[in-house]
């Protein structure tokens, strides 16, 4: 990078609005990123509509033609999930099956809208055939109902079930329930909506899968199913980089995978998300946590440069780190830093980035929003056959389905299901699961695929579902692998040593939370959230300490994937990172800047200070000193790097 575009970066953004600006501060941000675009509102409003008046209803033939109206927008809706349908196909490996199952859900409850209670055929149907047990909509059509207010009338029916049913899981606290019968919700808004832009065009329903290449979507929230459609489908990175909320939490998974992504999640208030229009010209600036509304054409230009300049950055950090796998601290200690991935067009950075290895690949993303899905045994033979290939020689640790919180859970078990019900579905899957994994080593005659249980709380646990791996290989007539276990709960960190895991993985977006009571799905308690409390730090500190046992113990949770934390984790003796793959080049840098004894010596004045504020503060001064890590987890621009890493040692690259 020259020293002019250097100094560019250095140079502070213009603070008050110019001439026609709207300037919205205090936005959240999960990566800071610079994202220009125009706005893409996803329609949320359901429109009630109007009945016609009585002298229309009058007409002899007004209940006929209001079926035929009925009859007609149900043939358009069939044929526009059919198309989505038909799109599925286009989508990478392991997402086609999973998008194909969302929109048979939703198929199976537009073709539930046409059940008559006679023989005669729905498309031959007349308002004289619809018996007494017809469906619904069609006796509100047959009693007068125009086809738009029986349709609406009918399907809120459902919605309204629906929001007592999530009203009874939050009473409950049962969070999986509640995100299930979102999800619901979400289904049924959108099937009205699409009944709504059949029978009126004028209303135009739309998806973020609709989302135009490069727009900003302005939405309340985003379902984690729904990230599969910021990715492009030919499987070449992302094709949104930037979106505008107002619900969920930092640390919720959507958000999570989004920062994996480099992709920067904004969220504002609900009144501020509500003022802005379709196609509105907008800037997320991420390391300011603002966004700008209808800049004037010269802070455009300002924020193009300074977006430019950061990939420019970040482009010239890859370089760098790209022929060393793990990278050495200050002081010439060895630390492992990994990739956790996702997606299979993940894997198109790793030989760019050059994790060691891919610590953590979350197979629940494979199937995540699509409720009732189960995937073959050779489905996913094909997906880890192609992850492996694409893995450039690396091992991958390949995460089990993880049952819990707002993955795979309500996606899978209905809320009435009974433990033995739950338990059936779960096995079921898993072995789905380890069997395909194991062939794939037998067949590929290869050690580089692992796996990992998530969610273990007991040893009793852990040896039940090894048994269950070594039973498959039994009935295959192949080696079995012994797993390892992330450690998400507190209830396990006793049972460590009489574990019978490979390996240990630390997953601090459950651990965090089980440790300070922090409900991280909770908008109104995430600032809990604190990776700095003494209670998380002793924790870690214990945990580490397993090390000494002879087994690997990474760190795989959303804290090693945020530079502001790395120093507490090498602090606390954690030897191995893994972080999102778009994080790996600036993990492997500030790991090259810290010294152990010095990041030791944070953790412990940490332990010292009373409060959250005082951590932080302290935190980010000792960043910004030690590290040129600035508190919106951007580097110091500076003119003197740190030298290149060495390259001839040959453990630093295997």
């Given at each position: ?190 099937i009205i909506l699409s009944f709504q832009a059949a029978i009126n065009p004028h209303l135009k329903p739309n998806h973020i899968e609709d989302a135009p290449d490069g727009s900003i979507p302005v939405t309340p929230s985003i379902p984690v199913g729904d990230m599969i459609h910021f990715r492009r489908r030919d499987g070449k990175g992302t ?99 990994s990739a956790n991935t996702g997606y299979s067009d993940e894997y198109g950075a790793v030989d760019r980035v050059n994790p060691g290895k891919i610590g953590l690949h979350r197979t629940e993303l494979t199937i995540l929003g699509r409720e009732g899905f189960g995937t073959t045994e050779d489905k996913w033979y094909e997906i880890f056959s ?264 040959e453990h630093d690259q295997g």
């Amino acid at each position: 990078m020259t020293e002019q575009n250097k100094t560019s970066l250095e140079r502070p953004f213009q603070t008050a609005a110019r001439p026609g600006e709207k300037i919205i501060t205090n936005v959240e941000m999960g990566y800071p990123g610079i994202i220009i675009g125009h706005a893409y509102v996803i329609q949320q409003q359901i429109h009630t509509p109007i009945e016609p008046s009585d002298e229309i209803k009058a007409d002899p033939d007004y209940s006929q033609t209001e079926l035929n109206k009925f009859k007609e927008a149900h043939r358009r809706v069939t044929a526009q999930y059919q198309r989505r349908y038909d799109q599925a196909g286009k989508l990478p490996v392991e997402f086609y099956d999973s998008t194909e199952q969302m929109i048979e859900a939703e198929q199976m409850i537009v073709s539930q809208l046409t059940r008559p209670g006679s023989t005669v055929s729905f498309a031959d149907c007349k308002i004289d055939d619809i018996g007494e047990k017809a469906h619904p909509i069609l006796l509100a059509i047959k009693d007068g109902k125009s086809a738009h207010g029986a349709i609406f009338e009918y399907l809120n029916q459902q919605k309204e079930k629906a929001i007592k049913g999530k009203e009874s899981a939050e009473e409950k606290r049962n969070y999986g329930s509640v995100v299930l019968f979102n999800q619901q919700l979400d289904r049924l808004n959108d099937i009205i909506l699409s009944f709504q832009a059949a029978i009126n065009p004028h209303l135009k329903p739309n998806h973020i899968e609709d989302a135009p290449d490069g727009s900003i979507p302005v939405t309340p929230s985003i379902p984690v199913g729904d990230m599969i459609h910021f990715r492009r489908r030919d499987g070449k990175g992302t094709r949104i980089d930037g979106t505008v909320n107002c619900e969920g939490t930092d640390k919720d998974h959507s958000n999570i995978v989004g920062r994996s992504a480099r992709i920067t999640m904004a969220k504002t208030d609900r009144d501020t998300l509500k003022s802005i229009r379709n196609g509105d010209l907008m800037i997320i600036d991420g390391p300011q946590g603002r966004i700008i509304m209808d800049p004037a054409p010269e802070t455009v230009a300002e924020y193009t440069e300074a977006a430019h300049n950061q990939k420019e950055l970040d482009h010239e950090m890859t370089r760098k780190w790209r022929k060393t796998k793990w990278p050495r601290t200050k002081d010439g200690h060895r630390i492992k830093v990994s990739a956790n991935t996702g997606y299979s067009d993940e894997y198109g950075a790793v030989d760019r980035v050059n994790p060691g290895k891919i610590g953590l690949h979350r197979t629940e993303l494979t199937i995540l929003g699509r409720e009732g899905f189960g995937t073959t045994e050779d489905k996913w033979y094909e997906i880890f056959s192609a992850l492996l290939d694409k893995a450039g020689g690396r091992a991958i640790t390949i995460r089990s389905l993880d049952f819990a919180g707002d993955k795979i859970d309500t996606h899978v078990f209905n809320p009435n299901d009974s433990t033995e019900e739950r338990e059936e579905k779960m096995r079921e899957r898993l072995e789905s699961q380890f069997r395909a994994l194991l062939r794939v080593r037998n067949d590929k005659d290869t050690n580089k695929l692992h796996l990992m249980f998530p969610m273990i709380r007991t040893a009793a646990e852990f040896s039940k579902l090894q048994g269950h791996v070594d039973e498959c290989a039994s009935s295959l007539g192949v080696k079995t692998i012994r797993a390892g276990a992330m450690i998400e709960t507190t209830a396990v960190i006793d049972d460590l040593a009489e574990m019978k895991a490979g390996f240990f993985s630390v997953g601090t977006n459950d651990l965090i939370p089980h440790i300070i009571d922090f409900d991280r799905y909770n908008k109104g308690a995430e600032k809990e959230y604190d990776p700095t409390d003494k209670r998380v730090i002793s924790v870690l500190e214990k945990i580490s300490a397993s090390q000494e046992s002879g087994r690997e113990v990474s760190v795989c949770g959303d804290m090693a994937t945020d530079p502001r934390y790395m120093a507490i984790l090498i602090g606390t003796g954690f030897e191995h990172l893994s972080c999102g793959i778009s994080r790996v080049s600036l993990i492997k840098e500030l790991v090259s800047r810290v010294d152990i004894e010095k990041s030791y010596v944070l953790v412990q004045s940490l332990k010292k200070l009373p409060t959250k504020a005082e951590r932080d503060q302290y935190l980010d001064r000792w960043n910004e000193q030690h590290l040129g890590l600035l508190p919106n987890r951007m580097l110091k621009p500076v003119h003197d790097h740190p030298p290149a890493p060495r390259h001839t040692h040959e453990h630093d690259q295997g």
